[in-house]
């Protein structure tokens, strides 16, 4: 089955423990990117990845950093979370570029005491 | 940058009326506007979408219309049903320096379709 996945589903943890939330699919896609979720204020994007080794700045990068050495995994690396980042966060895909359909991940729901 | 703003931020309807959801975007260059449903607990999906050189674009019970002139693009839910209850999200493609590769999304309108 196509897909995107994202794991955890679900995280809890403290200020400053870094973390990593994976991102993979299974499509063959080129481009990927990151999103966060928060109420009033709809999808913000990351970073965005146009193919392996090609990464860049979304609207909101401050506190996070990408990698993409495969073309399938896109993970998002917190070093160092703070509160301000508990949001729900987005992995997404398309075949080679942003207008084309994005296929979202299921999300993951992090919170940061 | 692009700025995209999107209203209302819920709307309620009756099954079998009509839904419109409306946005606006800055960027006059923008040239891709898509439109994203999200049902509770999922990811967001696309619905439809419209490029630049079209005004309109239909599909079954789903049209989204598009003015640039004004800067503004709209979707068009007709016979709602339960079903077509959850979030929707609209997006502008900016195409101006580095944002070309860029999605930038609205804050959504919540959308409830009563039985």
């Known amino acids: 089955e196509a897909q995107v996945t994202q794991n955890p589903r679900y995280l809890i943890t403290v200020t400053g423990k870094k973390l990593t939330v994976t991102c993979s699919q299974n499509m063959n896609h080129e481009y990927m990117s990151w999103y966060r979720q928060d109420p009033g204020l709809g999808l913000r994007q990351i970073y965005y990845s146009m193919n392996v080794e090609v990464t860049d700045k979304g609207d909101v990068p401050e506190g996070y950093k990408v990698s993409r050495k495969e073309k399938r995994n896109f993970p998002l690396i917190l070093e160092s979370p703070s509160p301000n980042q508990t949001s729900l966060y987005f992995c997404?895909?398309?075949?080679?570029?942003?207008?084309?359909?994005?296929?979202f991940g299921p999300g993951t729901r992090l919170l940061v005491l | 940058g692009e700025n995209v703003e999107q209203h209302p931020s819920t709307l309620s309807v009756q099954e079998g009326d009509s839904a419109v959801i409306k946005c606006t975007y800055s960027d006059s260059a923008s040239n891709y506007f898509p439109w994203y449903k999200q049902e509770l607990g999922k990811g967001p999906q696309l619905i439809i979408d419209?490029?630049?050189?079209?005004g309109e674009k239909k599909d079954q019970r789903i049209a989204v219309t598009l003015n640039k002139t004004a800067k503004h693009f709209s979707l068009h839910i007709t016979e709602t049903q339960p079903e077509d209850s959850a979030v929707y999200f609209c997006?502008?493609?900016?195409?101006?320096?580095?944002?070309?590769?860029?999605?930038?999304f609205g804050t959504g309108t919540l959308l409830a379709v009563q039985p």
């Open positions: 997006a502008a493609s900016p195409n101006y320096g580095g944002a070309t590769n860029k999605l930038i």
């Open positions: 419209i490029r630049s050189n079209v």
């Open positions: 997404a895909s398309s075949p080679a570029a942003v207008r084309e359909t994005q296929y």
